[in-house]
């Protein structure tokens, strides 16, 4: 088949709407939906630096589902018995747990009950920081609260 000079941009136009046709177009979700997920991350937050500074491991844990992640320098820690034991030691006796809270969350819903959360966790003893760094987190509301997923902090 022979295509006159005269068609092209006709087939072209055409080809054109065809591609427009076919592409997935991402919309936001509303900014009702993002700031309710902000708060309940938030909320969660809150939740798991309290249980940290009272000393309550197993309510800091329980901010993570079963078979969460969590990133380290040494590699990735699987389930969250894993995680768990790794805490311990800063909540048994002699172990050092500073003051934890977070700052700078910023959430981005990947779906309507999945997010990323990135915050800036501050570790302080008295009125001195001795730690701070980022956290990235996937989180999944499960029953309605939010819960990790995928904990990377460094």
């Not at 030691?89 to 309507?112: K, Q, Y």
Request: charged residues 20%; proline residues 5%.
């Amino acid at each position: 088949m022979r295509i006159s000079p005269r068609s092209i941009p006709a087939a072209l136009l055409a080809g054109t709407l065809a591609l427009a046709a076919c592409v997935h177009v991402v919309v936001r979700r509303p900014t009702s939906d993002a700031a309710e997920a902000r708060a309940g991350v938030a909320a969660m937050l809150e939740h798991g630096a309290g249980a940290w500074n009272r000393g309550d491991l197993d309510g800091f844990m329980s901010d993570y589902v079963p078979d969460a992640t969590f990133v380290t320098g040494r590699g990735v820690v699987r389930g969250v018995a894993a995680i768990r034991e790794r805490y311990a030691p800063r909540f048994g006796p002699g172990g050092v747990r500073d003051s934890l809270s977070f700052r700078d969350l910023e959430v981005d819903l990947l779906g309507p009950d999945v997010a990323n959360a990135v915050a800036f966790y501050v570790l302080m003893r008295g009125d001195s920081v001795t730690s701070t760094g980022p956290t990235s987190l996937v989180v999944r509301r499960v029953e309605g609260r939010w819960r990790i997923v995928h904990d990377h902090s460094s």
